[in-house]
T-cell receptor, first 113, second 114 residues
Framework: DAGVIQSPRHEVTEMGQEVTLRCKPISGHNSLFWYRQTMMRGLELLIY????????DSGMPEDRFSAKMPNASFSTLKIQPSEPRDSAVYFC???????????FGPGTRLLVL | DAKTTQPNSMESNEEEPVHLPCNHS???????IHWYRQLPSQGPEYVIH???SNVNNRMASLAIAEDRKSSTLILHRATLRDAAVYYCILRDGGAGGGADGLTFGKGTHLIIQP
C-alpha cells in the first residue's frame, strides 16, 4: 500500500502566484481531509470530503483557498493568489467513511515569498 | 469536539516506560479518546483509541479513568524513535461520528534521552 501521496513535497513561490497542491488518497478510502500546520496555529482542518462531496469547508481561511475532489482518487487544494502568510505545511489525510483512523500523507511544505 | 489538556512537554529515558496524561473533564458519553503522534518532519499517525475500557495494541496502551475525565497513553518501553508530539483528541462516536475531521490541540512534546 503506497499510503497517501502528496505532491509536490516542497513548493516555493512568489506572492500573488497560484499554487496547486495535490493529493491521492489510499485506494478504497472515501473520506479525504486537508489540514494546515503552522507554528502559530498548529494543525488545523481546512476542509473535508465524503464520497467526493465537500462536507465542511468552514476551516478554509478565505476565498483565496479552494479545494476540489473530481474523483475518488484525486483532490487538489488551490491558493490564488498566494500570500506570505499562507506559508505552512499542508497535509492530506484519508480514511474509510466512519472509520476512526485517518491516514496522513507526508505533507507539502509551502513557502510564499 | 470537547477540549483536552496535555502537558506541553515530557522527558523520559530510552527503554523506560512513558505515561502521557490527558485531561478531558467535559467529555461526553459518546466521545471516543484518540491518540495520534507526529514524528519530526512527518504527518500525524494514529496510535490508539478507546471509549471506556483500557485498550492495547502493538504501539501502546490506553488507560481510561473510570469517570472518563482523564486518560493515559502508555509506551511500555520507549525508544528514540518514539520522540514525537503526542496528541490526545476527542471524537464524537454518535451519529456521523468518525466521518469528520480531527481537532488537534498543542499536544505533548515527548523527548527521549539515550
Amino acid at each position: 500500500d503506497a499510503g497517501v501521496i502528496q505532491s509536490p513535497r516542497h513548493e516555493v513561490t512568489e506572492m500573488g502566484q497560484e499554487v496547486t497542491l495535490r493529493c491521492k488518497p489510499i485506494s478504497g478510502h472515501n473520506s479525504l481531509f486537508w489540514y494546515r500546520q503552522t507554528m502559530m496555529r498548529g494543525l488545523e482542518l481546512l476542509i473535508y470530503f465524503n464520497n467526493n462531496v465537500p462536507i465542511d469547508d468552514s476551516g478554509m481561511p478565505e476565498d483565496r483557498f479552494s479545494a476540489k475532489m473530481p474523483n475518488a482518487s484525486f483532490s487538489t487544494l488551490k491558493i490564488q493568489p498566494s500570500e506570505p502568510r499562507d506559508s505552512a505545511v499542508y497535509f492530506c489525510a484519508s480514511s474509510l467513511l466512519f472509520q476512526e483512523t485517518q491516514y496522513f500523507g507526508p505533507g507539502t511544505r509551502l513557502l510564499v515569498l | 469536539d470537547a477540549k483536552t489538556t496535555q502537558p506541553n512537554s515530557m522527558e523520559s529515558n530510552e527503554e523506560e516506560p512513558v505515561h502521557l496524561p490527558c485531561n478531558h473533564s467535559t467529555i461526553s458519553g459518546t466521545d471516543y479518546i484518540h491518540w495520534y503522534r507526529q514524528l519530526p518532519s512527518q504527518g500525524p499517525e494514529y496510535v490508539i483509541h478507546g471509549l471506556t475500557s483500557n485498550v492495547n495494541n502493538r504501539m501502546a496502551s490506553l488507560a481510561i479513568a473510570e469517570d472518563r475525565k482523564s486518560s493515559t497513553l502508555i509506551l511500555h518501553r520507549a525508544t528514540l524513535r518514539d520522540a514525537a508530539v503526542y496528541y490526545c483528541i476527542l471524537r464524537d462516536g454518535g451519529a456521523g461520528g468518525g466521518a469528520d475531521g480531527l481537532t488537534f490541540g498543542k499536544g505533548t512534546h515527548l523527548i527521549i534521552q539515550p
